[in-house]
């Protein structure tokens, strides 16, 4: 009965991340990498189908196939969430303008999801 519960937590908990994900992908406050790669992790331990969905996805599945593979990211892939994180930070700091402590704050987060994709291991070229 236990590994039936567990398997049924884990699958929750991986669309809860995929939500999520999809949610980070359009606020700037929320990652959508980090959630997905979490739901990649659920499914490959509850649900083969599910985990093979997220790896054929059209959009994010190639890039989650080589982080699975090889814990790396392509530099191209790594460049563009870069320059999404900045854009999107951007536009939120623009909004707020006036409210210097929300901003700062929001320059700290930009800060810290920057560090961390730079981080990321690049792809060997081929």
Sequence with gaps: ML??????LLMGLGWLCVILGA????????????????????FSKSSPRFHTMLLHN????????????????????KHKAMALIIATFGISIWILS???EL???LVCLCLIVL?????????EKP
């Design 103 to 105: 901003q700062l704050m």
């Design 23 to 42: 949610i980070g992908a359009v606020l700037p406050l929320l990652p959508t990498t980090p959630f997905l790669i979490l739901a990649l992790a659920c």
């Design 98 to 100: 006036g409210r210097i």
């Design 58 to 77: 059209k959009w994010f599945g190639p890039t989650l196939a080589q982080w699975e593979a090889k814990h790396t990211v392509q530099r191209k892939v």
């Design 3 to 8: 590994p039936q519960i567990k398997r049924h």
């Design 115 to 123: 560090a961390f994709v730079w981080r990321l291991k690049e792809a």
